[in-house]
Every structure is written in structure tokens, then in C-alpha cells.
């Protein structure tokens, strides 16, 4: 009788299996909430490359495959947590011992944490944006601006096309309407006519354009704002825009609303590095 009390798995035993399995669900929940979290990092950094154009620009999508699989981990942990959660009530019904041997779950997801913990590691490290180096010949020779006309142009290092594809990913992400792509040498090849790629994109933001527009009715003249994306003779992609100074000077805008078109810059930069 004394053999069979000690098989007895009491009310304590049953409250610490409880105990360690909602400890499991709480890290569950912990792992998904990060996971999710690291999944949208990518684009908080994208944004943060968007808005500093003296920092080169750096891909972050594999912040969303690291984010996912700390959500599918939290989900593995909460799901294999109730299994392990329900055999072990069903042992202490049957009076078994179920403790003689490691946490099996806790093994994995520690295993599966720090082998994605380092590749992270690696991954941030790799990924850090980096000042650019200024350097007055390489600054002279990918940017040109001509004072008199307003234009400025910007070396792309893509391809026109790329370029193109480049400018529009930005501009989605930030929320931008793109109103229309003009194929300029897409035209002239239906016209039997040969022209090296340019391309010219019109896009625009009522919130910013319409105080342009209420100050100095004659900037309706220049919006919504415009980038021409054209290959020379010599293969080289070129990057063009209005300056926002001299759209400033051209239709005589306060000082304060030139941020509105000064977003302009930052675009073709992040686009063509």
C-alpha cells in the first residue's frame, strides 16, 4: 500500500506540469510577437536608407525569412508544448515517470535559436550601411548640373531599365502615386525609329503638390514632379530632374515648402546607387 501512495502523483506535481506549460505558450507568443517584428526590420531600414542619401544603400530582405522562421518557431513551440503538456498529465494519471530524461522541445527551439541567433549575427554585420566616401572626381564625374536650365543629371549604376524598376519599388514604399511611365523609346521602335532606353516617370503627392500649387498657381506648371531615366551612346544610365532650387526660384515658393519637392533628390540618389 505504502508502493502504491508513492505512484501517486499529487495535486503539485500536476500544478508544475500546468506551470511549465503555459511557460511554454508564454515563450510561444514571445517568439511569434519577435518574429514579426524582425519580419518588418527590413523595411524600417529601407526607410532609414531612403532618408539619409550620403549612407549606401543596403538590401534587407532576408529580415523577413529570419522573422518568419522565429514565427513558425513559436508556433512549433506552442503546438509540440501541448503535446508534451498532455502526455505528461496522462503519465501522472498512470502514475509513469516522465522526468528521468531532457526536455526534448527545449532542446530544439535552444538549438534553433542560437543557430539563428549567429546567422543573424553575420547577416546584421554584413549589412551595416556604410558612410560613401566622398570623393570630389567620382561626385564630379556622376553628377552634372547646369545652373542655367535647372537640370540635374545623376550616373545610375543600373541599367535603365533596373533603374526604372528601382524607382518604382521607392515610390510604393513610400507611398507615392505613380501617375504614368512615358516609354519614349518604346514609342519611337513602333515608329520604325531606333533610341537608346529612356523612360520618364511622373509621379506626385496631392498632400505635398497642392501647397505648392495654392503659393504659386504656376508650379502646376512642373507637377507633379518628373524623372527621366535615359541611356547614353556610351551605355551609360543617367538619372534627370528639376533642382527643387530652381523650381523655387523659377515660381518664387516660400522657403518652407521646398521640402515638398526636395524628396526629389533623395529618390534619385537612393535609386541610382
Given at each position: 500500500?505504502?508502493?502504491?501512495?508513492?505512484?501517486?502523483?499529487?495535486?503539485?506535481?500536476?500544478?508544475?506540469?500546468?506551470?511549465?506549460f503555459l511557460a511554454w505558450i508564454?515563450?510561444?507568443?514571445?517568439?511569434?510577437?519577435?518574429?514579426?517584428?524582425?519580419?518588418?526590420?527590413?523595411?524600417?531600414?529601407?526607410?532609414?536608407?531612403?532618408?539619409?542619401?550620403?549612407?549606401?544603400?543596403?538590401?534587407?530582405?532576408?529580415?523577413?525569412?529570419?522573422?518568419?522562421?522565429?514565427?513558425?518557431?513559436?508556433?512549433?513551440?506552442?503546438?509540440?508544448?501541448?503535446?508534451?503538456?498532455?502526455?505528461?498529465?496522462?503519465?501522472?494519471?498512470?502514475?509513469?515517470?516522465?522526468?528521468?530524461?531532457?526536455?526534448?522541445?527545449?532542446?530544439?527551439?535552444?538549438?534553433?535559436?542560437?543557430?539563428?541567433?549567429?546567422?543573424?549575427?553575420?547577416?546584421?554585420?554584413?549589412?551595416?550601411?556604410?558612410?560613401?566616401?566622398?570623393?570630389?572626381?567620382?561626385?564630379?564625374?556622376?553628377?552634372?548640373?547646369?545652373?542655367?536650365?535647372?537640370?540635374?543629371?545623376?550616373?545610375s549604376h543600373h541599367s535603365a531599365?533596373?533603374?526604372?524598376?528601382?524607382?518604382?519599388?521607392?515610390?510604393?514604399?513610400?507611398?507615392?502615386?505613380?501617375?504614368?511611365?512615358?516609354?519614349?523609346?518604346?514609342?519611337?521602335?513602333?515608329?520604325?525609329?531606333?533610341?537608346?532606353?529612356?523612360?520618364?516617370?511622373?509621379?506626385?503627392?496631392?498632400?505635398?503638390?497642392?501647397?505648392?500649387?495654392?503659393?504659386?498657381?504656376?508650379?502646376?506648371?512642373?507637377?507633379?514632379?518628373?524623372?527621366?531615366?535615359?541611356?547614353?551612346?556610351?551605355?551609360?544610365?543617367?538619372?534627370?530632374?528639376?533642382?527643387?532650387?530652381?523650381?523655387?526660384?523659377?515660381?518664387?515658393?516660400?522657403?518652407?515648402?521646398?521640402?515638398?519637392?526636395?524628396?526629389?533628390?533623395?529618390?534619385?540618389?537612393?535609386?541610382?546607387?
Amino acid at each position: 500500500m505504502a508502493v502504491a501512495d508513492q505512484s501517486q502523483a499529487k495535486a503539485s506535481d500536476y500544478l508544475a506540469v500546468e506551470r511549465t506549460f503555459l511557460a511554454w505558450i508564454r515563450t510561444g507568443i514571445a517568439l511569434m510577437g519577435l518574429g514579426f517584428v524582425l519580419a518588418r526590420f527590413g523595411l524600417f531600414l529601407q526607410e532609414f536608407n531612403f532618408n539619409q542619401p550620403n549612407v549606401r544603400s543596403a538590401h534587407y530582405g532576408l529580415s523577413i525569412w529570419f522573422g518568419t522562421t522565429l514565427i513558425f518557431l513559436g508556433v512549433f513551440a506552442a503546438v509540440f508544448s501541448l503535446i508534451r503538456y498532455l502526455r505528461l498529465m496522462d503519465h501522472l494519471r498512470k502514475g509513469q515517470d516522465s522526468f528521468s530524461h531532457a526536455s526534448t522541445l527545449g532542446i530544439v527551439v535552444a538549438i534553433i535559436l542560437a543557430v539563428l541567433g549567429l546567422a543573424m549575427s553575420f547577416y546584421l554585420i554584413f549589412t551595416r550601411p556604410t558612410p560613401q566616401t566622398s570623393n570630389p572626381q567620382n561626385q564630379e564625374n556622376s553628377m552634372l548640373s547646369n545652373p542655367e536650365n535647372g537640370i540635374v543629371r545623376l550616373e545610375s549604376h543600373h541599367s535603365a531599365e533596373d533603374t526604372v524598376t528601382r524607382l518604382k519599388g521607392i515610390l510604393e514604399a513610400k507611398g507615392v502615386k505613380l501617375f504614368i511611365v512615358v516609354d519614349h523609346s518604346g514609342e519611337a521602335e513602333k515608329a520604325g525609329l531606333t533610341m537608346p532606353p529612356t523612360k520618364l516617370l511622373i509621379f506626385g503627392n496631392p498632400k505635398a503638390g497642392t501647397p505648392l500649387m495654392l503659393a504659386s498657381p504656376s508650379t502646376a506648371l512642373d507637377l507633379p514632379l518628373k524623372i527621366l531615366v535615359a541611356e547614353d551612346a556610351g551605355g551609360k544610365t543617367w538619372i534627370s530632374y528639376n533642382a527643387p532650387a530652381f523650381l523655387q526660384a523659377r515660381h518664387n515658393l516660400p522657403a518652407n515648402l521646398l521640402p515638398n519637392i526636395a524628396v526629389i533628390e533623395a529618390l534619385a540618389t537612393n535609386a541610382a546607387q
